[in-house]
């Protein structure tokens, strides 16, 4: 597996997504992960040291696959950059069909005022 650094990984997701704009998906996946095998984190374990832990992303088209991995200190400008190009690649997706709720609260009101009116005693 390839890491690529922070910013060559944010212009391929770029590139996917424009690729796949007018058909196609792609898959971003965020994991964490501490880039050792499990003997080196058994050893690091017993020794008393702390594992320092980061986030491992993979993107993927179905015909290429990019990956990365974020530490601590890159964190919050990654997200910032990830989250814009997001918002820039997100055109494709269609609106929810909602149904409008004061109709329908109308007319439930309609039909149990009509059917549970008490008769007034004399």
């Known amino acids: 597996m390839v890491l690529l650094q922070l910013d060559p990984f944010l212009n391929e997701l770029t590139s996917m997504f424009e690729k796949s704009k007018e058909k196609g ?3 971003v996946t965020l994991k964490r992960s501490s880039l050792k095998s499990k003997l080196q984190k058994r050893k690091l374990s017993s020794a008393g040291e702390s594992i ?3 986030c491992l992303i993979r993107a993927t088209d179905a015909k290429k696959t990019i990956s990365t991995s974020v530490g601590a200190k890159d964190h ?3 997200q910032a950059s990830y ?3 997001l918002k ?3 055109t494709a997706l269609k609106k929810r ?3 409008d709720r004061k109709k329908s609260t109308e007319a439930e009101k309609k039909e149990g005022t009509s059917t549970t009116t008490k008769p007034k005693k004399l």
């Open 25 to 27: 998906s792609v898959w």
């Open 52 to 54: 320092e832990y980061r």
């Open 76 to 78: 919050q400008r990654f």
């Open 83 to 85: 989250a814009t190009i």
């Open 88 to 90: 820039a690649h997100m």
């Open 97 to 99: 069909e909602r149904k």
